[in-house]
C-alpha cells in the first residue's frame, strides 16, 4: 500500500524558515518524481514544486522561486521541502503527493502538514 | 501559464441525480486534463486523467469528456460520498501545472 507521511508543519514567524518531510513507503520511491502541493485554508490548490526520481529535473512555483528548494533522499525513501523567507501568504496546508509518470498528476497523496506564517 | 476556470463554483444536487462539472482552459492542453475530488479534512484523490481515463478504483459513475479548451467532469448519479470539492489540473504545459478554482457539489 502507498503511503506518504508529511511531517515538520508548525507555527513560524515572518521571515523565518521550516522544513517539510514526507516518509514515502509502499512503492519503489526512487523511480517515481514528487510533487509538493499546498492549500491555504479555504482556498483552492497550487502546485508548489517538482522533483525527478533522480532529483536530475527540479521545478518550482515562481510564488516560490528562490525562497523554498526541494530534495529527496532515495535511501531513505523521503522528500524534503525546504522554506526560507517565509510569508504569511505561504500559510497552508502542505501536501507531498507522487507523481503518476513524470507528468504532473499526482496519483497519491499524504494527508498533508499544516504551514501556519504569523506573527 | 495557463488559466484553469471551473464553473459553477457550487453545484446543488439532490441524491440520485446527475451533476455536471465544467472546466475551461485558457489555451489548449489537448488531452491533457486530470481530475480531483476532495472531501472535507481529506487530501485529494485522482479521480481522471487523460480528460477520460478514470483512475485505479473509481467508480463507473464518474466520468470525463472534451478536449482542447472544454472539459466536463459527469457524475451519473450522485451518492452521499460524491458530494465534495472537484478540482481540474492541467498538465499539457508545465510548470507550472495549474489548478481550476474548484466545484463545491453540495447536497440540495
Known amino acids: 500500500e502507498v503511503q506518504l507521511v508529511e511531517s515538520g508543519g508548525d507555527l513560524v514567524q515572518p521571515g523565518g524558515s521550516l522544513r517539510l518531510s514526507c516518509a514515502a513507503s509502499?512503492?519503489?520511491?526512487?523511480?517515481?518524481?514528487m510533487n509538493w502541493v499546498r492549500q491555504a485554508p479555504g482556498k483552492g490548490l497550487e502546485w508548489v514544486s517538482y522533483i525527478s526520481g533522480s532529483s536530475n529535473t527540479i521545478h518550482y512555483a515562481d510564488s516560490v522561486k528562490g525562497r523554498f528548494i526541494i530534495s529527496r533522499d532515495n535511501g531513505e525513501n523521503s522528500l524534503d521541502l525546504q522554506m526560507n523567507s517565509l510569508r504569511a501568504e505561504d500559510t497552508a496546508v502542505y501536501y507531498c503527493?507522487?507523481?503518476?509518470?513524470?507528468?504532473?498528476?499526482?496519483?497519491?497523496w499524504g494527508q498533508g502538514t499544516l504551514v501556519t506564517v504569523s506573527s | 501559464e495557463i488559466v484553469m476556470t471551473q464553473s459553477p463554483a457550487t453545484l446543488s444536487v439532490s441524491p440520485g441525480e446527475r451533476a455536471t462539472l465544467s472546466c475551461r482552459a485558457s489555451?489548449?492542453?489537448?488531452?491533457?486534463l486530470a481530475w480531483y475530488q476532495q472531501k472535507p479534512g481529506q487530501a485529494p484523490r485522482l479521480l481522471i486523467y487523460g480528460a477520460s481515463t478514470r483512475a485505479t478504483g473509481i467508480p463507473a459513475r464518474f466520468s470525463g469528456s472534451g478536449s482542447g479548451t472544454e472539459f466536463t467532469l459527469t457524475i451519473s448519479s450522485l451518492q452521499s460520498e460524491d458530494f465534495a470539492v472537484y478540482y481540474c489540473q492541467q498538465y499539457n504545459n508545465w510548470p507550472p501545472a495549474t489548478f481550476g478554482g474548484g466545484t463545491k457539489v453540495e447536497i440540495k
Open positions: 503527493a507522487r507523481d503518476r509518470y513524470g507528468d504532473y498528476v499526482s496519483d497519491y
Open positions: 509502499g512503492f519503489t520511491f526512487s523511480i517515481y518524481s
Open positions: 489555451q489548449s492542453v489537448s488531452s491533457n
